[in-house]
């Protein structure tokens, strides 16, 4: 009885050793397994996302040539800038909803800050911006940080095209997102780099 009685805290050490290394390797297993499934989801939402966007290319260009149309202009800035609302609306905003169908507009200044927002044809105030903000972040920053690389040395070298684009999910409908900043047309007006205004058009894809 001694004899036994002296092993069994020993027996017990060991076993509740052998417990802990058995939880701990289930926690790594079960935690990699969430690992590997998280990225094989994200992999799989990148290639949908690639199939459903050659599946859009038509779209996505006609968002594209349609923006470019108002954001290309000199009046665009002036105006703009200027703050004159009315302008924005006819021009910029409730225009292209009427005549082109982009559902939502926004106009950013500098700091990328909201002034003036346009949802479904109606000017609202700029602060509604905050709810799609978190979707559109990402592709704002990364235009702003191809606008801000230094000009091609080769001078004849086409100017690269500024444009974000990206396919985006508000209030859970995909749309197809593009954003670009207001550009002189002609030699007349110049901006400083970095001050830029920038245009967002929204289009969902079930109104395209």
Known sequence: MSARASQSPLTHQVTLTVLMLAAFALAMVVGFGFY??????????????IFFANGLKDQIAAVEREQESVTVWDDSIINVKAGNQAWIEENLSVWMYSYYGHNRVYVLDAANRPVHAMREGKVLDPSVYGEDEPELRPTIERL??????????DASAAPAKMVGE????L????????IMP?????????QARGSEYLHISVEFINDA
């Open 36 to 49: 590997a499934t998280a990225q094989a989801d994200h992999v799989s939402l990148e290639r949908q996302k």
């Open 144 to 153: 702003r940080a191809k606008m801000a690389e230094p000009p091609s040395e």
């Open 166 to 169: 990206d396919l985006v999910s």
């Open 171 to 178: 209030g859970g409908k995909p749309a197809i997102l593009s």
């Open 182 to 190: 207001l550009v002189p047309s002609t030699n007349r007006l110049t």
